[in-house]
């Protein structure tokens, strides 16, 4: 089982900058892929980013190719999502989530995943 706690969101202006953190708890983190997703009122869940669980395979949403990047440190049990030239649209409460065993054609589907953190609101003022 992992707990997860994500952090670093706020409001920033358009073109700025944001990395979120994903802190798991337990000592089998790396047994864990983990995945990014976001929700803006009043829409779905979507997918934002993956990683494997060394780290070799990422997957970014086209959306945000290129302007976001996912990244881990095992050591540190931490996922991150360092968000760059962001836009108001991508304004959102930003989950991570993790799984031990999700398929990369099931990485973009929420309920594939065990496990969630609580959110935090990224806020994109134009």
């Known amino acids: 089982q992992v707990q997860l706690v994500e952090s670093g969101g706020g409001l920033v202006q358009t073109g700025g900058s944001l990395r979120l953190s994903c802190a798991a708890s337990g000592r089998t983190f790396s047994s864990y892929a983990i995945g990014w997703f976001r929700q803006a009122p009043g829409k779905e869940r979507d997918f934002v980013a993956w990683i494997s669980r060394n780290g070799g395979v990422t997957y970014h949403a086209d959306s945000v190719k290129g302007r976001f990047t996912i990244s881990r440190d095992n050591a540190k049990n931490t996922v991150y999502l360092q968000m760059n030239s962001l836009k108001p649209e991508d304004t959102a409460v930003y989950y991570c989530?993790?799984?031990?065993?999700?398929?990369?054609?099931?990485?973009?589907?929420?309920?594939?995943?065990?496990?969630w953190g609580q959110g935090t609101q990224v806020t994109v003022s134009s």
């Open positions: 989530a993790a799984d031990s065993r999700i398929t990369i054609g099931r990485i973009q589907i929420p309920y594939e995943y065990n496990y």
